[in-house]
């Protein structure tokens, strides 16, 4: 357990509905990062935070996404009209913002099946 | 960002010593080497990082030649617990980690 939580764990859903998944990162970390991983790859990222700032989002987010860090404590991953291909683990990570270190604290992950 | 280059798989059994070596040829000067260790069903995990020379863990060691064209992650006297992905990494301190599709190292009993 690495102090990162994410939830659900598990999301089956039918295409098009919408799907939201929270992310709750170590108390004390300023960075929260989205990443999305597919069967066999590594992952990918998606956007991160700094406290509630969105500072960096990847071509690979199209609109259908949305990422929120309100407070800057928990985050939240949507997915709009969900499609087959959104089908993948979704991973949150945390850290601080140290010069030279760059050690992230990955959640377990939310697996979304998209049927 | 730098791209690196790793074997896509390595065998080895237990109380081997395992050598996964990573090239990154164009990795710049504020660069930073580091590896993750993902098993199945779970998010990556930090391993180790360096910027030159050797680093050494509890868990690993990690040698960088003078040129950081390139490293080595070592695991030593490796269990059937280390089967895992491993995934070598060049970032400019903190920031979003590019993961490449790393090495799939499977220990033999």
């Known amino acids: 357990d690495t102090g990162v939580s994410q939830d659900p764990r598990h999301k089956i859903t039918k295409r098009g509905q919408n799907v939201t998944f929270r992310c709750d990162p170590i108390?004390?970390?300023?960075?929260l990062y989205w990443y999305r991983q597919t069967l066999g790859q590594g992952p990918e990222f998606l956007t991160y935070?700094?406290?509630?700032?969105?500072?960096?989002k990847s071509r690979l987010l199209s609109d259908r996404f949305s990422a929120e860090r309100p407070k800057g404590s928990f985050s939240t991953l949507e997915i709009q009209r969900t499609e087959q291909g959104d089908s993948a683990m979704y991973l949150c990570?945390?850290?601080?913002?140290?010069?030279?270190?760059?050690?992230?604290?990955f959640g377990p992950g939310t697996r979304l099946t998209v049927l | 960002l730098a791209k690196t280059t790793q074997p896509i798989s390595m065998d080895s059994y237990e109380g081997q010593e395992v050598n996964i070596t990573c090239s990154h040829n164009?990795?710049?000067?504020?660069?930073?080497i580091t590896w993750y260790q993902q098993f199945p069903s779970q998010g990556p995990r930090f391993i180790i990082q360096?910027?030159?020379t050797k680093v050494t863990n509890e868990v690993a060691s990690l040698f960088i030649p003078a040129d950081r064209k390139s490293s080595t992650l070592s695991l030593p006297r490796v269990s059937l617990s280390d089967t895992a992905v491993y995934y070598c990494l060049v970032v400019p301190g903190p920031d979003k980690l590019i993961f490449g599709t790393g090495t799939r190292l499977q220990v033999f009993p």
């Open positions: 935070f700094q406290n509630e700032a969105q500072l960096e």
């Open positions: 164009n990795i710049a000067t504020n660069d930073y």
């Open positions: 360096g910027y030159k």
């Open positions: 990570a945390s850290s601080t913002w140290d010069r030279g270190h760059n050690e992230q604290f």
């Open positions: 108390s004390e970390h300023n960075r």
